[in-house]
């Protein structure tokens, strides 16, 4: 079955996604384009961002660690998990094109009844961009902060990125692997963690991005890596950056994996910069998949940290 194939409220879990019993919710764009997000759990809201190329099966553990005390609200990037994937032609794959995105989504969620204030910003990888911009536009609205192995500044190494997001961002060869052989994908579910991951985990990673048009946006979600003013992106990353400082008053907890070969101690250095408060949790032997590498950990923290902050 196509991962576009899943409409209205049916399951989207079952064998093919282990440990994602979740309904399905769709809300469709004025583009046209259906977005698919997860909606779980009864109590203050959660909103969780994932990043490339994940979905929101990275979310599945803490969704079902916190259901019992927040609704839990994960959406799929367009383009990403099980949203719509359309090409060049329909959709714009740019940062602002994500925030806006959320933003959409946000206000469809409130008018489906849940709350404009209080909610909780959890962020990972992309998410993290994307999240802190859309956050720092309506700044009240965000009660506290959860932050897994992102950013929203810009790169504090300046234009130096790894080298394998450098060929999938700036060479033809890196975005012919990514569409023909899905290396972005499946090479992070073995590459962005320590842990290896049961085999069935590392087909559910990879699932949604099952043909070459299907995982276009990977491939746009790494060339958009804005690393200097003549990037699309880059002003609005500069802009979120010089903003973020309006929520170091907020509750605030890092949790980060030390072995990750993208966002590593110069991120993480940038968040105790800016968040000196932070509870931090650091994670030695965890990768950028730190909620794989250490979710053991993590879930019962973070749920310890909503309780506490209320």
Same mark, same amino acid.
């Given at each position: 079955?196509?991962?576009?194939?899943?409409?209205?409220?049916?399951?989207?879990?079952?064998?093919?996604?282990?440990?994602?019993?979740?309904?399905?919710?769709?809300?469709?764009?004025?583009?046209?384009?259906?977005?698919?997000?997860? &909606?779980?759990?009864?109590?203050?809201?959660?909103?969780?961002?994932?990043?490339?190329?994940?979905?929101?099966?990275?979310?599945?553990?803490?969704?079902?660690?916190?259901?019992?005390?927040?609704?839990?609200?994960?959406?799929?990037?367009? =383009?990403? !998990?099980?949203? +719509?994937? /359309? +090409? &060049?032609?329909?959709?714009?794959?740019?940062?602002?094109?994500?925030?806006?995105?959320?933003?959409?989504?946000?206000?469809?969620?409130?008018?489906?009844?849940?709350?404009?204030?209080?909610?909780?910003?959890?962020?990972?990888?992309?998410? !993290?961009?994307?999240?802190?911009?859309?956050?720092?536009?309506?700044?009240?609205?965000?009660?506290?902060?959860?932050?897994?192995?992102?950013?929203?500044?810009?790169?504090?190494?300046?234009?130096?990125? /790894?080298?394998?997001?450098?060929? =999938?961002? &700036?060479?033809?060869?890196?975005?012919?692997?990514?569409?023909?052989?899905?290396?972005?994908?499946? =090479?992070?579910?073995?590459?962005?963690?320590?842990? /290896?991951?049961?085999?069935?985990?590392?087909?559910?990673?990879?699932?949604?991005? &099952?043909?070459?048009?299907?995982?276009?946006?990977?491939?746009?979600?790494?060339?958009?890596?804005?690393?200097?003013?003549? +990037?699309?992106?880059?002003?609005?990353?500069?802009?979120?950056?010089?903003?973020?400082?309006?929520?170091?008053?907020?509750?605030?907890?890092?949790?980060?994996?030390?072995? *990750?070969?993208?966002? *590593?101690?110069?991120?993480?250095?940038?968040?105790?910069?800016?968040?000196?408060?932070?509870?931090?949790?650091?994670?030695?032997?965890?990768?950028?998949?730190?909620?794989? +590498?250490?979710?053991?950990?993590?879930?019962?923290?973070?749920?310890?940290?909503?309780?506490?902050?209320?």
């Amino acid at each position: 079955m196509s991962p576009n194939a899943a409409r209205g409220g049916t399951a989207a879990g079952g064998e093919r996604y282990p440990d994602y019993p979740f309904a399905s919710h769709w809300f469709e764009h004025p583009n046209g384009l259906r977005q698919h997000y997860v &909606d779980h759990g009864t109590g203050a809201p959660v909103l969780m961002l994932h990043g490339n190329p994940t979905w929101s099966y990275y979310w599945r553990r803490l969704i079902l660690g916190l259901a019992d005390r927040a609704r839990c609200i994960a959406p799929d990037h367009i =383009g990403m !998990g099980l949203s +719509d994937k /359309p +090409d &060049d032609r329909r959709y714009g794959f740019r940062l602002a094109d994500r925030v806006e995105d959320l933003e959409r989504l946000f206000q469809h969620l409130v008018a489906q009844g849940l709350p404009e204030r209080g909610w909780t910003l959890v962020v990972h990888d992309w998410g !993290g961009m994307i999240g802190g911009a859309w956050a720092i536009a309506n700044p009240g609205r965000i009660a506290r902060l959860v932050v897994l192995n992102t950013a929203a500044f810009p790169n504090p190494k300046g234009a130096r990125i /790894p080298l394998a997001l450098r060929l =999938g961002r &700036d060479s033809a060869l890196g975005a012919f692997l990514i569409r023909r052989f899905n290396a972005f994908a499946a =090479g992070a579910t073995r590459l962005a963690v320590m842990r /290896p991951l049961p085999a069935d985990v590392r087909a559910a990673y990879v699932a949604p991005f &099952d043909t070459s048009a299907n995982r276009l946006a990977t491939l746009r979600f790494v060339q958009d890596i804005p690393l200097g003013p003549s +990037d699309p992106g880059y002003d609005l990353v500069v802009a979120t950056g010089e903003r973020l400082g309006v929520f170091a008053d907020r509750p605030t907890q890092i949790h980060w994996g030390r072995r *990750d070969f993208v966002f *590593d101690d110069a991120f993480l250095a940038e968040w105790k910069r800016r968040f000196p408060a932070a509870e931090i949790h650091e994670y030695p032997n965890a990768g950028h998949y730190v909620l794989e +590498d250490a979710h053991e950990h993590i879930v019962p923290r973070v749920r310890a940290f909503l309780a506490a902050a209320r």
